[in-house]
Every structure is written in structure tokens, then in C-alpha cells.
């Protein structure tokens, strides 16, 4: 498999740092140049971010299993935990 990796620079609206991002995509280079890709993933930021609060905050990093039912079960019982 072919895949290029596109490194962007974007603002964090939460700590108004600049950070560098790599994009890894399979997307062509002529439909989907450079500036086209940092705008498509702008628009997914929120989702990203969202994301990737949830895991840590639900400390769901790593799983004990590999199945998606135990994974379910996993992430119910982080939700719990944290209830308390």
C-alpha cells in the first residue's frame, strides 16, 4: 500500500500554540494537494480532539482484549468507575 504523510502546522484553540501535525493518507497528491488536506482535517479538529479526551479522560489507552464485545465492556466499566 502507497501512503504519503503530510506535515501541517495548525493553531490548538485551546492552548493557542502552534503544533505540527502528520497526516498520513492514501488520498492523490493532485486532487488532495497540501493546503486541501489541512482544511479537511480542520473541519474533522473537533472530532479529533473530542476523541482523544474521552480516551484519556475515560483512560481508555490500552485494552485487555481484542474482541469488540470485551472492548464494550472495557469502556462501560471505565464510564462507571469514573461515575463514582
Request: some cysteine.
Given at each position: ?7 501541517v ?50 483512560g ?25
Amino acid at each position: 500500500m502507497k501512503f504519503r504523510a503530510c506535515k501541517v502546522r495548525i493553531s490548538d484553540p485551546d492552548t493557542g500554540k502552534d503544533e505540527w501535525e502528520v497526516l498520513l493518507t492514501n488520498l492523490n497528491r493532485q486532487e488532495f494537494p497540501l493546503p486541501r488536506m489541512k482544511k479537511l482535517y480542520h473541519l474533522r479538529w473537533g472530532i479529533e480532539s473530542s476523541f482523544r479526551k474521552l480516551k484519556y479522560d475515560l483512560g481508555c489507552i490500552q485494552f485487555h482484549s481484542k474482541q469488540d464485545n470485551f472492548i464494550e465492556m472495557e469502556i462501560y466499566a471505565h464510564m462507571i468507575s469514573q461515575s463514582d
